[in-house]
């Protein structure tokens, strides 16, 4: 089975720095999804960025990007030029396919940030 | 175009009592899942819904089920209420026809068992 590990429960960073949050997979597989899911203290989970794990070239969205370590199934977000609208847990997640053939996603237990002003 | 929403948005219920959460997927899907999501955990899969029938199912009893409608909203159901039910109930919609099977969540709905 598909496990998904974010080793840090919790991160803090300063306005206006970067931080890199943490996040290692297993699977056999060699073709699937990644993604980084916000969610904010309003509960509702937002995606902030996918990979495609045939891609070599990290994702980027606007201040987020990633770095996709396919040999060592690692997959980190980085977060530049922090804002406190950033404050939030972050959950990283993984698309698989059950034995069904069917499409299921696996999250993380999530890590939470805070943006220090 | 209004993203999924959840209604409703907190319960609280008595142990072995029955509860009911709806759903509304975001227009154009017509996939729906259901998570469990504890304090401070990650979501949990209970199961997922597609051309209304139930085609997977996490590992939860038989105490939750569900339902989807022709216009792909959905139900869940969970009898025989306990307290370790009490969490965090996200549905996320979703196209079948997507590569990249990203999700959109709702609100979520906070129940919570005495």
């Known amino acids: 089975a598909q496990t998904v590990t974010q080793s840090q429960p919790e991160m803090s960073v300063q306005e206006a720095e970067t931080v890199t949050l943490s996040c290692t997979y297993d699977?056999?597989?060699?073709?699937?999804?990644l993604f980084w899911y916000k969610q904010p203290p309003s509960r509702q989970m937002i995606l902030v960025i996918r990979q495609e794990a045939y891609k070599q070239q990290n994702a980027t969205e606007n201040r987020f990007s990633v770095n996709f370590q396919k040999a060592a199934k690692s997959f980190s977000l980085k977060i530049s030029d922090s804002q406190l609208g950033d404050a939030a847990m972050y959950f990283c997640?993984?698309?698989?396919?059950?034995?069904?053939?069917?499409?299921?996603?696996?999250f993380g237990t999530g890590t939470k940030l805070q943006v220090i002003p | 175009d209004a993203g999924v929403t959840q209604s409703p948005t907190h319960l609280i219920k008595t142990r072995g009592q029955q509860v009911t959460l709806r759903c509304s997927p975001k227009?154009?899907?017509?996939?729906v899942s259901w998570y469990q999501q504890a304090l401070g955990q990650g979501p949990q899969f209970i199961f997922q819904?597609?051309?209304?029938?139930?085609?997977q199912r996490g590992n939860f009893p038989d105490r939750f089920s569900g339902h989807q409608f022709p216009n792909y909203s959905s139900e869940l159901n969970v009898n025989a209420l306990l307290l370790g039910d009490s969490a965090l109930y996200l549905c996320a919609s979703s196209f079948e026809g997507a590569l990249s099977y990203e999700q959109y969540f709702g609100p979520g709905t906070r129940l919570t068992v005495t």
């Open positions: 227009s154009g899907h017509d996939t």
């Open positions: 997640a993984y698309r698989s396919f059950d034995s069904g053939g069917y499409q299921k996603v696996t």
């Open positions: 819904y597609y051309e209304e029938e139930e085609r």
């Open positions: 699977t056999s597989e060699s073709d699937y999804y």
